[in-house]
Nanobody, 126 residues
Framework: QVQLVESGGGLVQAGGSLRLSCAAS????????MAWFRQAPGKEREFVAA????????DYADSVKGRFTIHRDNAKNTVYLQMNSLQPEDTAVYYC???????????????????WGQGTQVRVSS
């Protein structure tokens, strides 16, 4: 059974930074693509960033490009999301997700990611 556990959320002022972590267990972590999504109140869950199995390829939503960085440490079974220059519109619950069918990035659709964490809340004050 795959388990994904996010941590690192919190309250930060606009312009600040946070680093989210997602620890994975239960299956071989290093063979699957991973992603971060977020969901703001009243909105649909949206793609934020993704990384392929070895960290050699990444993808970012336009809204976070240049501010957020996704990376992974396969030795620690952990994927990270470094978030800089945070803005109030980044306020959301952030989820990590695992695509068990592909090593490489193939889609931004939530339906492709079979395993999800419970989410961690990020609040950015103005």
């Amino acid at each position: 059974q795959v388990q994904l556990v996010e941590s690192g959320g919190g309250l930060v002022q606009a312009g600040g930074s946070l680093r989210l972590s997602c620890a994975a267990s239960g299956r071989t972590f290093s063979s699957d693509a991973m992603a971060w999504f977020r969901q703001a109140p009243g909105k649909e869950r949206e793609f934020v960033a993704a990384i392929n199995w070895n960290g050699g390829s990444t993808d970012y939503a336009d809204s976070v490009k240049g501010r957020f960085t996704i990376h992974r440490d396969n030795a620690k079974n952990t994927v990270y999301l470094q978030m800089n220059s945070l803005q109030p519109e980044d306020t959301a619950v952030y989820y990590c997700a695992k695509d068990p069918t592909s090593r490489n990035l193939r889609t931004r659709s939530t339906s492709a990611f079979a395993f999800w964490g419970q989410g961690t809340q990020v609040r950015v004050s103005s």
